[in-house]
């Protein structure tokens, strides 16, 4: 979809969750500190699933209402197959990363805390399970949850316009199973379920979709009701207040933690109490969030919404990216100052490439008019 038809505040959120995603998967950063995670139970992976469910079901509904199932269904495909060659791809890099950097630690102690070592040692048997996206290694477990999503995507947006609470009520009975009974897919090599277990993550994302279609719309005059708006205030008040001091105890503990009580916050299984909080601060925003046109004129909102128009290569990119972070963390100490350089240099990389994406597209599409392009 041209980035002139859509309001910018959603790919500056996209752009934003990514860039947040990045900084917090550099251990110990500074940065940290003013991502998601540092003011509610929730973090970014929320926010982004949240979004792609929105926009792809605002994206590929116009399409199919104005040129039928098969259409839509066709570009919807489309992405899935793209996001899983990316899965692919990243996969090889991130392999061939590792070796890397293995190469300076003889013990394989990075095979293992990667989770790369099945591939090292049974690469014929690990490739077939990567194939069906069964192998994840560490920071390869969203993708995954992606691919199927939007297998799915076409049926799920043709029963939302037939009857969107049943869908709803569906979507929340399965993810109930994972939280009664623990239901999660299996990968390999030791059967351990997907860190972001698809029958929970699901939920999310077909919130997302159901508001993004349209057919909530009319129950938006409630959410932003003063009622709802008082009680989300004093959930994010609470969440933040204890987030906040229990990161900033994390790293310096001479500062005390309001984190006194224990909260079921287990993000693998999507727990209500990240679920609540991260809908409590949403609400706020899309409440709170200045006009698509006053935050056009920003250029930080400029820089992070080409980013979120360019989402998959910038997640695959920083996905890459977060691991010589993650290495740099283990081998310089733990530095604090160090981690904090790095997401600074590896988030204007990122907004770098997602300028270099943007002014190729341009380029292409003032030699040959391309259809639209969803970048759901």
């Known amino acids: 979809m041209p980035p002139e038809k859509r309001d910018i505040r959603l790919d500056f959120l996209r752009g934003a969750a990514l860039m947040m995603i990045f900084a917090d998967h550099v251990p110990q950063s500074l940065l940290s500190l003013a991502t998601l995670q540092s003011f509610a139970f929730a973090d ?36 899935a197959w793209d996001i899983y060659a990316a899965q692919m791809v990243l996969l090889v ?9 293995a190469s300076f630690s003889p013990d394989g102690g990075y095979f293992r805390y990667f989770r790369v070592e099945a591939f090292i040692a049974q690469t014929e048997t690990t490739v077939m399970q990567a194939l069906m996206l069964r192998f994840q290694p560490a920071y390869l477990d969203i993708l995954p949850v992606y691919t199927v999503f939007f297998a799915l995507l076409p049926f799920l947006l043709v029963a939302l316009k037939r009857g969107p609470w049943l869908v709803l009520l569906a979507s929340f009975l399965i993810y109930a199973g994972t939280q009664l009974f623990g239901w999660n897919a299996t990968t390999h090599p030791n059967g351990e379920g997907w860190f972001f277990d698809p029958y929970a993550w699901q939920f999310v994302m077909v919130i997302g979709a159901a508001f993004g279609s349209g057919q909530m719309n009319a129950y938006k005059p409630l ?3 003063r009622p709802v708006l008082i009680g989300c205030a004093v959930v994010a008040v ?6 906040f001091t229990n990161n900033v105890h994390t790293m310096f503990p001479i500062v005390p933690t309001l984190f006194l009580i224990s909260l079921p916050v287990d993000k693998s299984m999507l727990e209500p109490t990240r679920l609540v909080s991260f809908f409590a601060v ?6 709170y969030m200045p ?3 006053r935050m056009a004129r920003l250029a930080i909102v400029r820089a992070l919404a080409r980013c979120g128009r360019h989402s998959l290569a910038i997640f695959c990119t920083g996905t890459l990216l977060a691991i010589l972070g993650h290495v740099t963390w283990l081998e310089a100490g733990h530095s604090l100052a160090l981690q904090l350089a790095f997401n600074l240099a590896g ?12 002014w ?6 003032a030699i040959v008019p391309l259809p639209e392009q969803a970048t759901a």
């Open 44 to 79: 970014a992976a929320e926010l982004f699933f949240f979004l792609s469910g929105f926009v792809a079901a605002m994206v590929y509904g116009r399409t199919l209402d104005t040129r039928g199932f098969f259409a839509a269904a066709g570009r919807m495909w489309r992405r």
């Open 238 to 243: 609470v969440a933040g207040a204890m987030q």
């Open 282 to 287: 949403a609400i706020l925003v899309a409440r």
């Open 291 to 293: 006009s698509a046109a």
């Open 223 to 225: 959410l932003r009701s």
């Open 360 to 365: 190729m597209s341009e380029g292409q599409r």
């Open 93 to 101: 890099f991130l392999v061939a990363e590792i070796c890397a950097i």
């Open 347 to 358: 988030i204007s990389l990122l907004i770098g490439l997602a300028w270099l994406l943007e």
